[in-house]
């Protein structure tokens, strides 16, 4: 199957920094990728949908200025948490589908990260 | 009403069982549909789709009830490694790589020797 890469898997940072994490396509082209949330024991949240050369749509309920989406090629998208909180210590996951199917999705490893 | 409902569980079942997961959607006019399992701090990974006759890959058997907007999932013969969350997962939009997915909340399943 297509391959997702996310990077870092995991990362602890001070409040109020800025932490970028990246999602690359790395066998197919994505137009579309897709930023999704998990807490413990709850549900993946779609946050937003990437899409390249323009901009994201978010989910009602997400900070766009908070949560700073680029998707500037087919293969990657950036998520910038920005003046990170401790209540944004969470899962983060990116995903992708294969452009023009409506197949499976594939994830990426998703990204721990913690706010202290 | 929550787009995509299942039972969160957890299912705790002996070896050898055979389990059954349901979930139900609220938007008629999805269009396809997926169960996902994950396991504990992983990403999710595809374990089957599912389609409109209902499909079956080994152990696992998929169905589909559009006139009553549900999914399945049966499991039998469970096995240790069965233990995970398994995440009912519907499309709602149009045929496209662009359309977002929704996913249920899960249901955690655990076997016991």
């Known amino acids: 199957g297509a391959v997702v890469s996310q990077h870092p898997s995991r990362v602890i940072c001070k409040s109020g920094t800025s932490v970028k994490i990246e999602c690359r396509s790395l066998d197919f082209q994505a137009t579309t990728m897709f930023w999704y949330r998990q807490f413990p024991k709850k549900s993946l949240m779609l946050m937003a949908t990437s899409n390249e050369g323009s901009k994201a749509t978010y989910e009602q309920g997400v900070e766009k200025d908070k949560f700073l989406i680029n998707h500037a090629s087919l293969t990657l998208s950036t998520l910038t948490v920005t003046s990170a909180h401790p209540e944004d210590s969470s899962f983060y996951i990116c995903?992708?589908?294969?452009?023009?199917?409506?197949?499976?999705?594939?994830f990426g490893q998703g990204t721990r990260l913690t706010v202290v | 009403r929550k787009e995509v409902e299942q039972d969160p569980g957890p299912f705790n079942v002996p070896e050898g069982a055979t389990v059954a997961f349901n979930c139900t959607y609220s938007n008629s006019a999805s269009q396809s549909f997926f169960w996902y399992r994950q396991d504990c701090r992983k990403e999710p990974k595809l374990l089957m789709s599912?389609?409109?006759s209902g499909n079956e890959d080994g152990r696992f058997t998929a169905q589909l009830n559009r006139a009553s907007q549900y999914i399945s999932l049966l499991i039998r013969d469970s096995k240790l490694s069965d233990s995970a969350t398994y995440l009912c997962v519907v499309n709602p939009g149009e045929y496209s790589s662009a359309s977002k997915i929704i996913f249920g909340s899960g249901t955690r399943l655990s076997i016991r020797p």
């Open positions: 995903s992708a589908r294969v452009v023009g199917t409506d197949t499976e999705a594939f």
């Open positions: 599912v389609y409109s």
